[in-house]
Structures are given as structure tokens and as C-alpha cells.
């Protein structure tokens, strides 16, 4: 096989990188885009049709970038012209550029009325530091209330967004920086009671106002009640049109089934359901992977068929052993059973034969354009000069192309769909690609290798699935799905195309979820901050309430939804609550000393491991020891008291849940005389006292000897913002307060024999988990939820 020359891809590389550096990218953003071939190639474009070749400003550099990477692909003639006023700096802010870029999405190929143009995107408008310090106070004095309440916890993003309202063209970061300094003059220094974990109002699903990406509601909805795959048709009736495809030349494909085509179906698959989950093993599945496993597997079960689970492995050097693994493993944890377990790669041989058989027909040639040339030849709708070559012609190179005999780079096989086509992908998409790399599961047998938009709808019609379901962003591709089968003439499986599951305080991409994991912002995949299902499975929560959140949404085609994720903790307390056994945990302790308690004695009192335990039900029940030294909740004890405080205080009386009432007659403090060392308080053993406060506590077991140590981790929302991924600066938006360890906290003696996996509420704090990290010496726990209420005025 040819030897790749990696001197001059060194050089090229280096080459880029000077240019990316050159307009103003910082280093790490810019050895990241040279990693990354697409992004490479067209931000190399970009900057050549800008005329930068020499360099630019830094926020011109940015807004490039920008450009590089989401400007739409049915606008490209209209690039040059946008480059221009970037360059110029008519457009000189992300704001301006993001709409900017919309605009042209929806312009697409049609001439363009510059007017509407610099009117869509701000071209003109000034906005003076002065101008958004203005916004700033009135968003500020508006927000006032919230703000004094929530102190540095209040979401700085939501402001902002008043401000953006207001100032569509503002700058972002003077307008964050004004926020900033306006929350210091109102609040002062933050303090530790800031950083400090939420009460009860955080519980509360806030109040969102309307957005382009509008968050639901944490009610349960209606569709639960529903059968939600009853949109989809019987296999027999795979014979209707659903999809029309136009051609440039006015024609139009129809397509649908032959009566024979369908009846062999038919025959083989015995009339039933079949569908496939193919996910392509290069990272770990995320929650929005439950809700194609939901649809895929659930289809299957709701009409007695069966799921394949696909592993779409036809990019030979990004698949993994271990993601492989992975996904069998949480797809069979998700409660799903795969009718069969295929690959790709299975079905090389087939691929290939077809691929010979769609040469033959006249519908595919061998091209030796580069990478720059196809793009350049789409993006100008001209054919390749290699497109007519004869039929014999492009069949010798392929075979040449398999037999390895030219170099990687140098061939493709490309389908000869309609360059003229409205449709992107319909510009004679790629078949086959060269790689001198071995496959993992197909061995060095292969040298070529098929792409996804060649090879999935062939598999589809092969393995006769019945239903091919896939997310919105696949839509534009069913063309060339269906035109495939057609030029192929096998049967063709019914494509239905659902909304993906964009979820808030969280990012899924799987390239900003990689850059999480590898920078090390978060613990490894199943951290249990990240919507990973490993990561969630980690926190605690189970496959039944996951299944039922993505239930609950219901499979719609209604895109840019962002679901609260608020409305998953639903689900997992509702589950929770029902199945989780209760034990009492203090995270901060206090020690609170029984005066009129002998040291040696102590009473053994019964706690409810479920709210509802019946009285006869030795089961249902724990044995504590209320002892002479207890531990409360720091936080449960004040030095003054209020009329709406219900812990302890000085001469006030509470209630140690399960126990005895107690009132505190001493506070001991450090030398300092500030830090409170212990309390010392009496106990009423014929519990006439009836205070209002209940308080949870764990005692000492025996004297001197400290209660079960254990360590608890609290979880709170990754990232600060509701859509933290059109953020551009996304990983500023983390929350520092994501992940807090608490390790030196005390738990009752029912928790020592737990498991990992073991699920618990720990009374007034929460839902949690054994974690992993447990150790014989020393038990860890991760919280789940929070309770959807703290506990009331009385206690529960």
C-alpha cells in the first residue's frame, strides 16, 4: 500500500496554524481547528475569500471563525459578500454575526436585498458603552426583588437577556461586565452564605419567560396516557408515497415500493416491525440516545417485532472497543433487548457488489478531485470533469481503488445524483473513500470504505427494517436515501424523521461532551454532571424514570424545544420516592450534648425506612440509639431565633425526628468567641413538649465513639445558563458550584452494609446513591434530586 506523506502533512498542518494564529485565534482554539480537517478546510476558505491572508484583529478572527463553522450551506454564494462586511466591520459583533447568518439561511440561494440584509443584522447601529450601562440599570432595578433574594445565585444569564432585548447590537461582554459590577454595588462582597446550597425556592420551577428555545414545564403531560406509536403505519402499507423528490430538470420520484418488492419484504419478515438503533461507537450515549432507543426499541415492542442494534462502523479509525461495550451494555440497562446485534461492517462485501452494480448502471464514477475541488465544484453547482468518464472506465478504478493500488486521497467513488438539485444532498455525495487502515471489527481485508449516506439506507433495505427513524437533522438527506434505493431498485423502508431532545443546564454534542471529558472539565464520562446515561445511571437515576421522561415528551417533529430539566427530576422523584428506603444523614454536624442523658445510657428509638410503614411491619423499620452526644445540621441552629425559624436557638425547643423533643440551654464556643463549638440541651422523655421544628440527627453509637463517617457529594446543574451551546464562550458558563464533596459527614448505622447502586432519601435533604468510589473504610454517596419540597413548618 502507497506510504502517506507525513512530512507534508506536518507542513500543511504548520502552515494552518501560523494563518489561524495570524487572525488573532488563541492557540488551543487553533490546534484544535488544525485537528480537524473540515473545520480547517473551511476556515482556510474563509479567511482567502476575506482577504486576510496577512492577519487581522482579534474580534475579526473570532467572527471568521464563526463564519467557518455554522455559516449555512445553502447560502454559500452569499459568503464573499458577508466576509465583506465582517472585514469592514458593518458586522462587528457576534450578535449581528448570528443573525446575519440566519438570515442568509432562510435566503438560501435567492438574490439578496442588501437593504433587508443590513436591517436584519444592525449594519449602522451604534450602541455606546453609555447605552447599554442605561439597559443594564433598568434591567437591574426591574429585576431588584429577585436579585436582593437570590443574591449571587440569581441567573446573570437570564438579565442578560433582558439587556440583548433591549440592545440586540450591544456588545455581549461590556454588557456581562456591566452586570457584574452592578450586582457588586448592590450586593456587596460575596459571602459564604452565597455558596451555599439553595433552600426551598430553588426547588421551585422558575418562571421562564418566551424564547426561541422555550423551556417546558415540569407538569406531567398528557402524551403519557397515549400510545405514542400509533402515528406510524403498518408494514403492509409500505406501498403509499410519502416522499416526492424533485429533480433540476422538473422530473419527480415518487417514492414507494412494487408490489413485488413489498411482497418479498413481506415474506421474509413475516409481516412484522423491524427497526435499528445505529449508533456509531465513537463516545457514550447521552440521554438523547434514550429517546432514539425509546422510539427505535419501542416501536419493535409495541407491535411485536424487533430492534436491531446497528453499530454504524464505517469510519475504520474512530470506532472503539470500549464505546462498543458501552453502548450494549447501557442499551440492555435501558431495559431495551436487541433483536440482533449487527455492524456496518458485517455487510462490506454487499456494499461493495452494489456499489460495482450502481457503476454499471450509470449511476456513480470514480472522481480524482481533492477535498478543496469538491467543495469549490459544489458550492458553484458545476459538475466534476470526471462525471461522464465511461462505465468501464470508473469500474476499473474501483477495483484498482480496492486493490489498494492508488493512493488515499487520490480516488472516490461518487454517487451521479443532480449537481443542480435544491437539495445539498443531492451534489453527488461520496460512496466510497480510501483508508489504509485496518478495521476493528473487519480486520485488513478492506482498504476502502463506504460512507454513512451510501451505506446506512442500503443496510436499512438489506437487514428489511421496516420503520428507518432518525432526528430532524437527517431530513434533507432522505433524497438521496430514497434516490439510492431507486437507482439500486431494492425495497425501500418507510423514513420518519422526529425532533431531537435538547435538554437545559446541559450540552450534548458529542464534540463539546468530548472536550469536556479530555480537558478534564468534568470526572471521566459517567460524571455524574454530565447527561451521559452512564453519568446519569452514576447520579442515581434509573432507567424506568428516564423511559418515562422521554415518554412524556412525546415523539414530535416540533424542533428547538428545550425541555426544562427540571421535568427528568420529576420522573426520578416520583420513582424514587416510592422505592428509595429513608435513613437520616447530617452533612455539617454539630454536637449537641444531653445533659439530662447519663453518658452510659441510651434510648433506642424506631425510624421509618417508608412514610407509610405499618406498625406491624418489623421491616418497615430501623433501630437508632438516642444517646447523650447527637448531631445536628449546623444550619439547624441559629444564636438568634425568628418567628419564621423552626430549628434550634437558644432557650427554643425542636423535635429530633423519630425521637424526643429537645431545648437548648447552653452554647459553647471557641476562644474566639464567634465559632460555635457544641450545644448543650435537655431532652423531654414524656415528649409533652410539642414545638414546631422536627429536625433530622444522628447520635453517637456509644461513648466516644463517633457515628458512621461517610462521604456525600452534592450535584447541582452543570452549567449556569438554560442553553449553554449557543453560548460562544460555552465552557465560561460553568458552574463552579457543580459539584460540592462533603467528607466528613455522619450517617446512621443502616447505611454501613449498603452497595453500590443502594438508593436512599436522606430525610430533608434529598435523594442519593452509593457511588463507585465506596470503600470498605469509608461509604460514598451521590445525590440524586433534591426533594421537590423541603420539609414543612411541622415536619413529616
Not at 461520496?430 to 489504509?436: N, Q
Request: contains cysteine; hydrophobic residues 35%.
Amino acid at each position: 500500500m502507497p506510504a502517506k506523506d507525513d512530512s507534508s502533512s506536518s507542513s500543511d498542518k504548520a502552515k494552518c496554524l501560523e494563518l489561524f494564529l495570524k487572525i488573532g485565534l488563541d492557540e488551543r482554539t487553533a490546534k484544535n481547528t488544525v485537528a480537524n480537517n473540515k473545520v480547517t478546510s473551511n476556515l482556510t476558505s474563509v479567511i482567502n475569500e476575506a482577504g486576510v491572508t496577512d492577519g487581522c484583529d482579534r474580534t475579526v478572527g473570532n467572527l471568521l471563525y464563526t463564519v467557518a463553522t455554522k455559516y449555512p450551506a445553502n447560502a454559500l454564494p452569499h459568503r464573499p459578500m458577508l466576509l465583506q462586511y465582517v472585514v469592514s466591520s458593518k458586522v462587528k459583533t457576534s450578535a449581528q454575526l448570528d443573525a446575519a447568518l440566519a438570515f442568509l439561511g432562510a435566503t438560501g440561494l435567492e438574490n439578496l436585498d442588501l437593504n433587508k440584509f443590513e436591517e436584519a443584522c444592525g449594519v449602522g447601529v451604534e450602541v455606546s458603552t453609555e447605552d447599554i450601562e442605561r439597559a443594564v440599570n433598568e434591567v437591574v432595578e426591574q429585576n431588584k426583588a429577585t436579585i436582593l433574594d437570590l443574591r449571587y445565585r440569581v441567573n446573570v444569564g437570564e438579565l442578560l437577556g433582558h439587556v440583548r432585548k433591549r440592545l440586540p447590537w450591544g456588545d455581549a461582554k461590556v454588557a456581562k461586565q456591566l452586570v457584574d459590577e452592578k450586582l457588586r454595588e448592590l450586593l456587596g462582597d460575596r459571602t459564604a452564605a452565597d455558596d451555599e446550597k439553595p433552600k426551598k425556592k430553588k426547588e421551585k420551577p422558575a418562571k421562564v419567560e418566551a424564547k426561541a428555545a422555550p423551556v417546558a414545564t415540569s407538569e406531567k403531560p398528557p402524551e403519557e396516557d397515549l400510545n405514542p406509536y400509533l402515528i406510524f403505519p403498518n408494514p403492509e402499507e409500505n406501498f403509499k408515497v410519502h416522499t416526492e423528490v424533485s429533480f433540476s430538470d422538473g422530473s419527480i420520484l415518487r417514492c414507494c415500493n412494487t408490489k413485488a418488492l413489498l411482497e418479498k419484504h413481506l415474506k421474509a419478515t413475516g409481516g412484522k416491525v423491524l427497526t435499528r438503533f445505529p449508533p456509531e461507537p465513537n463516545g457514550y450515549l447521552h440521554i438523547g440516545h434514550a429517546k432514539a432507543m425509546f422510539i427505535d426499541f419501542g416501536l419493535a415492542k409495541d407491535r411485536a417485532g424487533g430492534c436491531y442494534l446497528r453499530y454504524d462502523d464505517t469510519n475504520p479509525e474512530a470506532e472503539k472497543k470500549e464505546y462498543i461495550d458501552h453502548i450494549e451494555e447501557i442499551v440492555r440497562w435501558m431495559g431495551w433487548e436487541p433483536f440482533k446485534i449487527t455492524y456496518t461492517s458485517d455487510y462490506f462485501q454487499e456494499l461493495y457488489d452494489f456499489a460495482v452494480e450502481l457503476i454499471r448502471r450509470g449511476h456513480a464514477y470514480v472522481d480524482h478531485q481533492t477535498p478543496d475541488e469538491i467543495k469549490e465544484y459544489r458550492e458553484k453547482k458545476l459538475n466534476s470533469p470526471w462525471r461522464d468518464r465511461p462505465i468501464s472506465e470508473s469500474l476499473k478504478l474501483f477495483e484498482d481503488m480496492r486493490r489498494g493500488v492508488i493512493e488515499e486521497g487520490k480516488a472516490t467513488l461518487r454517487m451521479k445524483q443532480d449537481m443542480q438539485s435544491d437539495n445539498y444532498n443531492m451534489y453527488d455525495l461520496i460512496a466510497y473513500r480510501i483508508k489504509f487502515t485496518p478495521h476493528p471489527h473487519a480486520g485488513d481485508k478492506w482498504c476502502i470504505y463506504p460512507s454513512y449516506d451510501y451505506a446506512h439506507c442500503i443496510v436499512d433495505s438489506i437487514e428489511n427494517i421496516t420503520h428507518s427513524l432518525c432526528t430532524l437533522e437527517f431530513e434533507t438527506r432522505r433524497a438521496s436515501y430514497y434516490w439510492l434505493l431507486h437507482a439500486l431498485g431494492i425495497y425501500q423502508p418507510y423514513v420518519w424523521e422526529y425532533s431531537r431532545l435538547n435538554v437545559s443546564n446541559t450540552v450534548m454534542s458529542k464534540r463539546k461532551l468530548n472536550r469536556l471529558v479530555t480537558e478534564k472539565w468534568v470526572d471521566g464520562w459517567d460524571d455524574p454532571r454530565l447527561m451521559t446515561l452512564a453519568g446519569l445511571r452514576r447520579r442515581g437515576m434509573t432507567p424506568t424514570a428516564i423511559n418515562a421522561f422521554v415518554r412524556g415528551i412525546g415523539i414530535t417533529r416540533s424542533d428547538g424545544t428545550l425541555i426544562s430539566v427540571e421535568r427528568l427530576e420529576y420522573h426520578v422523584r416520583e420513582e424514587l420516592n416510592k422505592t428509595a428506603s429513608r435513613a437520616m444523614v447530617v452533612l455539617h454536624p454539630l454536637k449537641v450534648v444531653i445533659t439530662n442523658l447519663e453518658a452510659n445510657s441510651a434510648v433506642e428509638v424506631d425510624a421509618k425506612k417508608w412514610p407509610d410503614a405499618q406498625a406491624d411491619d418489623a421491616s418497615a423499620f430501623y433501630k437508632i440509639p438516642f444517646s447523650n452526644v447527637v448531631y445536628i445540621e449546623r444550619s439547624d441552629f441559629r444564636l438568634q431565633d425568628s418567628k419564621d425559624y423552626y430549628g434550634l436557638a437558644p432557650g427554643k425547643s425542636v423535635i429530633l425526628r423519630y425521637a424526643f423533643p429537645i431545648k437548648c440551654t447552653e452554647v459553647i464556643r471557641a476562644d474566639d468567641n464567634e465559632t460555635i463549638l457544641e450545644i448543650r440541651a435537655e431532652y423531654d422523655p414524656s415528649k409533652k413538649t410539642k414545638p414546631k421544628g422536627v429536625l433530622h440527627w444522628v447520635a453517637q453509637p456509644s461513648p466516644g465513639v463517633d457515628p458512621l463517617k461517610v462521604e456525600v457529594r452534592l450535584f447541582e446543574r452543570l452549567f449556569l445558563s438554560e442553553n449553554p451551546g449557543e453560548l460562544d464562550n460555552w465552557l465560561g458558563d460553568l458552574n463552579p458550584q457543580s459539584k460540592v464533596e462533603i467528607s466528613n459527614a455522619y450517617g446512621v448505622s443502616l447505611l454501613q452494609d449498603a452497595k453500590v447502586g443502594d438508593k436512599f432519601q436522606f430525610e430533608r435533604l434529598g435523594y442519593f446513591v452509593v457511588d463507585q468510589d465506596s470503600t470498605p473504610e469509608k461509604l460514598v454517596f451521590n445525590r440524586t434530586v433534591t426533594l421537590k419540597d423541603s420539609y414543612s413548618k411541622g415536619g413529616k
